[in-house]
Nanobody
């Protein structure tokens, strides 16, 4: 079983910045990709950004140029640097990872961290 623990959410004013972190733990052999999703009240969960073990990234159009995803493979950790935050970025942000443990494939979600953008 693989656990994901997120941190870094909070309240920020429009135009401000936050950095989210997500650390994976467990009997991990390899993580293929890690990513961030978000879900605002009354809306479906949506992809924000994803990064592969090789460093290939993909972003939602709404965050391109403002958010940067990065990872430390040795620490099984992924980060999301969020700059120029807008009220519409407010949501619960979830970390996701999929790969393989010493026994089987896995796909795991974190518990979520709240991001609030308000003046």
């Amino acid at each position: 079983q693989v656990q994901l623990v997120e941190s870094g959410g909070g309240l920020v004013q429009p135009g401000g910045s936050l950095r989210l972190s997500c650390a994976a733990s467990g009997s991990i052999f390899s993580i293929y990709a890690m990513g961030w999703y978000r879900q605002a009240p009354g809306k479906q969960r949506e992809l924000v950004a994803v990064i592969t073990s090789g460093g290939t990234t993909n972003y939602a159009d709404s965050v391109k140029g403002r958010f940067t995803i990065s990872r430390e493979n040795a620490r099984n950790t992924v980060y999301l640097q969020m700059n120029g935050l807008k009220p519409e970025d407010a949501a619960v942000y979830y970390c996701n990872a999929h790969g393989v443990t010493t026994e089987a494939d896995f796909g795991s979600w974190g518990q979520g961290t709240q991001v609030t953008v308000s003046s």
